[in-house]
């Protein structure tokens, strides 16, 4: 038999020597196999991909055995020698892009670091195997977008940038930390499809840690299911899904959200909460010495519907579309947005200064970035009330720290999380925590973008139970941003599809995702992700 590529052997990680977050596993990657690394946030399946690199934060203690790479012990490597492992003979894609890259410097310039670091090449073979990464992560005009900065990408171009990072090295094995995350299901499935290839042309070993078990039966050869630190079951794929032995694995598997949900989900009559009418946002090109205006990028384009109260309206379309620049302009975030706004009935446009800032009450946001949309040194007590100490400053101290108490324990986090900070909690726990911060003014509406794109099923069925059980409770709507067209199927009421700044189709759930109409949206239903263990 042929060894493994990649072996761990009873791994633990501990941070300041008694907080246990991985408790004595063992598994093996083969060369040129996909092994799929799956559970609930915070189960350590993260912490677990960095401490085979030795990525760890100083607080943090790593005993094994050993983790060997084609036979040799990293446990014994210096820094230094591990720098030469980091990148080259592994690559490692995080799971957050905007934390990840650097926002001073240009996407080529990340991407050229890289390679200057590992391989002996002219400056022009290193500008040209740039362009050629940028190229197969399907950046559209890639000898255009080079020199652009990571906040001028959208989520999912971002990610993309990070997967050729990743690429750049030529790597043995990639470690894939939920990597298509932020991308709508078209460019998934054109991901996969690269991520795959380069497995078929290079032998490289793929590491995926996701909870889109979807994604993971397309893609993965093995599958281990991590919980509490722990590997409880690590089997074959089609064993995995067909023939699961552990419950907690059979818990996975019974909250995978599905379409068929939109069969007996009924759109009913409401009256409206918001009204949206011819709604843009322009953004000026410049060009020249004295940068005059010679057009305009047209993010969002003549953009009109209603959401009805206690309704959730679905909004989908792939990365860079206009999905969260329209959400974002509508809560006036972000400038350029124009056109009329109505909310309860009164013109958001007609408002300013105290009583726009009153009515900001009715309208919250949950952003698509848990850890880059809260202040990493205030804790967590205090950013869940902000709103609260912001818009209801007559609440009394105690008053509000009850109610913090009280939207923790509902986004399923313990009390006591209001004394860390954000920093301390895994992606899909910072993630509740945003959703805690914008229910707590009560609003009327709120702008979900992604909220669930970074939490594992189980995590995920518990949240979309959690919004339904509010908008039932309190009759709140919701605009809801997604990629995932099975979550759609089981929170929202209307679907609208979005294409270059336009919405294409509007419908009910069961018309849009069953009798689709516009072919952009016969071609997002096809790119889905299903399970396909066979």
Not at 190 to 214: E, N, P, R, V, Y
Request: proline fraction near 5%; charge should be neutral; hydrophobic fraction near 40%.
């Amino acid at each position: 038999m042929n060894r493994p590529l990649l072996s761990v052997n009873n791994l633990s990680v501990a941070f300041n020597r008694h907080q246990k977050v991985v408790d004595r596993i063992s598994f093996a990657i083969n060369p040129g196999e996909t092994f799929a690394l799956v559970g609930e946030s915070g189960s350590g399946k993260s912490m677990t991909a960095l401490s085979v690199l030795r990525l760890l934060p100083d607080n943090a203690s790593i005993e094994a055995e050993a983790i060997t790479l084609n036979g040799d012990n990293l446990l014994e490597h210096s820094e230094l020698e591990l720098c030469r492992v980091r990148g080259r003979r592994i690559g490692l894609i995080f799971q957050d892009p905007m934390s990840s890259l650097n926002p001073v410097m240009t996407i080529g310039s990340q991407i050229a670091e890289v390679i200057e670091s590992h391989f002996s090449l002219p400056k022009a073979a290193v500008q040209a195997r740039v362009l050629e990464l940028l190229q197969q992560v399907e950046i559209p005009h890639p000898a255009q977008r080079v020199n652009d900065y990571p906040h001028q990408l959208s989520g999912g171009q971002r990610q993309r940038v990070m997967i050729a990072i990743a690429l750049a090295g030529k790597p043995d094995l990639l470690i894939a930390d939920e990597p298509t995350t932020s991308l709508d299901v078209t460019i998934q499935a054109q991901i996969l499809t690269l991520l795959k290839g380069i497995q078929q042309q290079t032998g490289m070993a793929l590491w995926l840690i996701s909870h889109d078990l979807a994604l993971v039966s397309t893609l993965a050869d093995r599958v281990a299911v991590m919980q509490r630190g722990r590997i409880v079951e690590t089997g074959a794929l089609p064993d995995f899904f067909h023939q699961p032995k552990h419950p907690y694995t059979q818990k996975l598997l019974q909250a995978l959200p599905s379409m068929q949900s939109c069969l007996t989900h009924q759109a009913q009559e409401a009256p409206p909460l918001l009204k949206v009418e011819d709604f843009r946002c322009y953004y000026p090109i410049r060009k020249g010495l004295f940068k005059r205006v010679v057009d305009h990028v047209r993010a969002v384009d003549g953009v009109s519907f209603t959401i009805p109260r206690g309704k959730t309206l679905a909004l989908v379309g792939e990365s860079g579309c206009g999905k969260t620049t329209l959400g974002k302009a509508l809560l006036n975030l972000i400038p350029g947005g124009f056109g009329q706004v109505s909310l309860d009935g009164v013109d958001l446009g007609q408002l300013t200064g105290e009583a726009l800032r009153q009515k900001r009450a009715d309208m919250q946001i949950v952003f698509q970035d848990p850890f880059s949309s809260m202040n990493p040194r205030m804790l967590v007590g205090d950013i869940v009330a902000e709103g609260l100490r912001a818009l209801h400053p007559g609440i009394g101290s105690d008053a509000r720290k009850e109610k913090v108490r009280h939207l923790l324990e509902q986004v399923g986090l313990p009390a006591d999380s209001a004394l860390r900070y954000p920093h301390e909690f895994s992606g899909g726990q910072r993630q509740r925590i945003c959703i805690a911060r914008a229910l707590a003014v009560n609003p009327k509406l709120i702008v979900c973008d992604e909220p669930t794109s970074a939490l594992d099923v189980s995590v995920q069925a518990q949240i979309i139970e959690l919004l339904k059980m509010l908008q039932r409770e309190s009759q709140v709507s919701y605009l809801f941003i997604t990629h995932d067209l099975a979550v759609v199927a089981e929170i929202a009421d209307e679907v609208a599809v979005m294409y270059r700044g336009k919405i294409v189709e509007h419908g009910e759930v069961k018309q849009v995702l069953i009798e689709p109409r516009h072919d952009y949206t016969r071609k997002l239903l096809a790119a889905a992700p299903v399970l396909a263990a066979g």
